[in-house]
């Protein structure tokens, strides 16, 4: 794949082909604008696409992340219009590139001025748009592999933060990739208004819960007074779950560990087989997608374990 040009950052009121516009102050609109900041992008080595927003607005993670394995990634914000995710991830479908994808999303639509987007292909490629009308401070950046844009906010910073910080940060799997630059955004300053709810999506084709679900990461905190902290309090305990450790990293149960086993077991109150009670405890505690018998164990979970006892 040929390599994309470094990281160009749009304001409000170009296409997604032109360069830094004139800032722009606007009054109220009176509708229910989903004033934010986010991150679309993709992991090509890993084969993953995800989105990571936050706002002051409620249920943000309900309007803004949409994506689609080996199709793409797509933010909609702003005045934002939700069929943007949908309709933009058809046409991703269809073959069509990021930037694409945006002039036919917004030159159909009459209310693209007060629109924000942005786009990820399945090729990595991206693009940002933010409309005319859009409240200050708006713009984005596109780069290879993400799209970051914003509005409502306190600077141009907010956005630069979250392009910086995904470019460095290419040694981690994408959902720290994201939670990082949420948190590298809030502390350049982020929405003006302050804070109230934010989300992560990260897909893989069977990528998700029991190899039977694209969706990997998939969090979202409607309504918190520091949703970037909760929401990476909750990604902790996915992971602890849902996450998985290399098989060379677990552990041989030996006669020694096995003897652990069943005295930490048995003062829960479980009392049968080895593997059986082991089993058991695990699924009470939703960590049995990290147990496979009981000749080698998960040290997660045999950490969590000797937590609990």
Request: glycine fraction near 12%; hydrophobic fraction near 40%.
């Amino acid at each position: 794949m040929k390599p994309m040009p470094p990281c160009v950052r749009r304001s409000h009121g170009q296409s997604p082909h032109d360069l830094y516009g004139r800032r722009r102050r606007v009054g109220a609109l009176g509708w229910s604008v989903v004033a934010t900041y986010s991150i679309a992008a993709c992991d090509l080595e890993a084969d993953q696409w995800g989105v990571a927003t936050q706002s002051k607005f409620l249920g943000v993670g309900s309007v803004v992340p949409w994506a689609e394995p080996q199709v793409g990634a797509i933010a909609t914000q702003a005045w934002a219009n939700p069929r943007y995710g949908p309709d933009g991830l058809a046409l991703l479908r269809e073959g069509l590139s990021a930037d694409e994808v945006v002039e036919r999303l917004t030159s159909a639509d009459d209310g693209r001025d007060h629109r924000q987007l942005g786009v990820v292909d399945g090729k990595g490629g991206s693009a940002t748009f933010s409309g005319a009308e859009c409240m200050d401070w708006a713009g984005g950046c596109a780069g290879p592999c993400y799209a970051a844009q914003g509005n409502i906010l306190v600077s141009a910073e907010t956005v630069d933060a979250i392009a910086e910080t995904f470019e460095l940060t290419a040694s981690k799997p994408l959902a720290e990739r994201l939670l990082d630059c949420m948190d590298a955004a809030q502390k350049a300053g982020g929405d003006r208004r302050g804070q109230q709810s934010a989300a992560l999506l990260v897909v893989e084709r069977d990528g998700g819960y029991a190899n039977l679900s694209d969706s990997v990461v998939d969090l979202r905190v409607d309504e918190h007074g520091r949703p970037l902290d909760e929401l990476r309090r909750i990604y902790v305990m996915h992971q602890a779950i849902f996450g998985e450790t290399p098989r060379e990293e677990w552990l041989e149960v030996d006669d020694a560990l096995g003897q652990e086993l069943r005295e930490r077991l048995g003062r829960l109150g479980y009392d049968d087989d080895l593997g059986e009670s082991f089993f058991a405890w695990a699924g009470k505690e939703n960590l049995e997608e990290r147990v496979d018998g009981i000749e080698r164990v998960d040290p997660v979970v045999l950490e969590e374990l000797r937590r609990q006892t």
